[in-house]
């Protein structure tokens, strides 16, 4: 309780909810993954129930137009599936991807930029080239390529079980070296505090120095850093799946339901495209308000 009370007094609420974009953008957020993680229990219809699907139902209108049906408050899709149901299903998806992606990125990250920024010399310069090399490239480009590479080195008979987590690693690996060149930078002034210091005259391991005292000192801008991340992570998956070469048309996350939509979206099924894309640019923004806010938030010296 004590905790909780100094948390509700902190300067960190505080700032919080003194700032209107932060507390809008983190409502619309709540929204957003509270009807993905209970889209089980909100959605009017299971898009993965293919018994429930009839092509008959197919590119119904929303309600609120001409020819809508109510039982269809956004309309269908291609395929018969209730879209408010498919955003909240697809919506859950594309969070998944995105987190888990991101987590991976700051896991591989962060280790290698505790070791480059302690150890130094050779060891840097090797890993810090290489996060140079790929920042040089788009992100999205190298997510294509490794998702190109790990689809051809599978077996066919694993690519429909295993798409999801390529999609995962290949986001993932895309994104490592913004965590590693952070790390690395603060590693590096932390590596000549006192503290630091004296754990090595009492003769502390590298491993123990890095991970227990080190590694808390650097997570700030990390967590900063992760928040901003997981937007373009979202997009990132939206991409590839816009592109086809992320998950399958029969797997409504937003961006297939986009690439779905925008083959009818001059022919009239407007919808289709329209409120993936909403849902989408509404989520990625929020989550970018954040953590601008979070970065503010988290430095006195941008107060």
Do not use: K
Request: with cysteine; proline share 5%; charged share 15%.
């Amino acid at each position: 309780m004590q905790a909780l009370a100094r948390f509700l007094d902190s300067d960190f609420l505080y700032s919080f909810r003194r700032n209107p974009v932060a507390v809008v953008s983190a409502l619309v957020l709540a929204i957003c993954i509270g009807g993905a993680v209970l889209a089980p229990l909100l959605a009017p219809y299971n898009p993965f129930d293919l018994a429930s699907l009839s092509l008959m139902d197919s590119f119904r209108p929303p309600a609120f137009i001409a020819d809508g049906d109510a039982s269809h408050v956004i309309g269908t899709d291609d395929q018969g599936r209730d879209l408010l149901s498919a955003i909240m299903y697809g919506t859950r998806v594309s969070i998944f991807v995105a987190a888990l992606a991101i987590a991976f990125a700051l896991t591989l990250g962060t280790a290698i930029g505790l070791v480059a920024g302690y150890l130094g010399g050779a060891v840097d310069a090797v890993l810090m080239r290489i996060a140079d090399v790929q920042l040089t490239f788009p992100a999205i480009l190298i997510a294509l390529l490794v998702d190109g590479i790990l689809r051809a080195a599978l077996p066919r008979e694993f690519h429909d079980r295993m798409e999801i987590w390529v999609l995962i690693f290949a986001i993932g690996i895309a994104r490592w070296p913004q965590f590693a060149r952070t790390v690395r930078g603060s590693t590096l002034v932390e590596r000549g505090r006192e503290y630091v210091m004296a754990a090595q005259v009492i003769g502390l391991s590298s491993r123990r120095i890095m991970t227990s005292h080190i590694l808390p000192n650097v997570l700030g801008p990390v967590l900063v850093i992760a928040t901003l991340n997981l937007g373009l992570a979202v997009l990132d998956e939206a991409t590839l799946s816009f592109l086809g070469v992320g998950l399958a048309p029969t797997e409504p996350s937003l961006g297939t339901l986009i690439r779905i939509g925008n083959n009818f979206l001059f022919s009239g099924e407007w919808w289709i495209t329209i409120f993936p894309g909403v849902t989408l640019a509404a989520m990625v923004l929020s989550i970018n308000l954040l953590g601008d806010w979070l970065r503010d938030a988290l430095n006195p010296r941008l107060r």
